[in-house]
């Protein structure tokens, strides 16, 4: 991805080895905001949503959530892709839900470097109206309930930043690589 003029030039001073992980419900805006992310540290993006088993997409676009079970080998595969990253470029950024502290744990675990997690907040109307604007994705718009009642807020001790959505993607990047430095 080129860099978009409208962002901050790369900052050194940014710490490495570092991951970033955009986490929150679907429809929040992760994917968006770890792009940008990802194109101020000049590393690849990496899409959670890809590394799911092609079984756990298919239970979702049925409209089933996903149990921990299925979670735990997609999580794995986040975090050997973030490993590889950090690897290759210093930093990783992914976008992934971590709905649960144990989620976020077992990122941390795994990857090994320093994580800093940057829950994107919004109000139920907001995220079922973006949803709902959002044709072919797998993910139907009648989990976001189910999303809503897993989702552990990050507590003080996880080294997470909580932002309202509602902002322009790249103000909160600004506020994001502000926060990291």
């Keep these: 991805m080129p860099r978009d003029a409208a962002l901050p030039p790369i900052d050194p001073a940014l710490p490495r080895p570092l991951a970033v992980i955009v986490m929150g419900v679907s429809g929040c805006g992760k994917s968006t905001l770890g792009a940008l992310l990802a194109n101020g540290f000049g590393c690849p993006f990496l899409e959670g949503d890809s590394l799911h088993a ?8 049925g409209g089933h959530p996903l149990t921990d079970e299925d979670r735990w080998p997609w999580l ?12 290759t470029h210093g930093v990783a950024v992914a ?7 144990a989620y976020r744990d077992r990122l941390r675990d795994r ?3 320093p994580v800093r997690f ?3 907040d919004n109000s ?11 044709p072919g994705h797998y993910m139907p718009a009648s989990l ?8 552990e807020r990050p507590c003080a001790d996880e080294g997470a ?4 959505a509602d902002a322009p993607p790249t103000d909160l990047c600004g506020r994001v690589l502000d926060w990291l430095r």
């Design 95 to 101: 976008a992934c839900s971590a709905l649960r502290r």
């Design 111 to 113: 990857i090994g470097a």
């Design 76 to 87: 794995d595969r986040l975090a050997q892709a973030s490993v590889t990253a950090i690897q």
């Design 118 to 120: 940057v829950l994107l």
């Design 54 to 61: 092609p079984e756990a997409v298919d239970k979702m676009r």
């Design 161 to 164: 930043l909580i932002l309202t």
């Design 124 to 134: 139920r109307d907001e995220l079922l109206a973006r949803l709902q604007n959002r």
């Design 144 to 151: 976001l309930d189910s999303q809503l009642a897993t989702l």
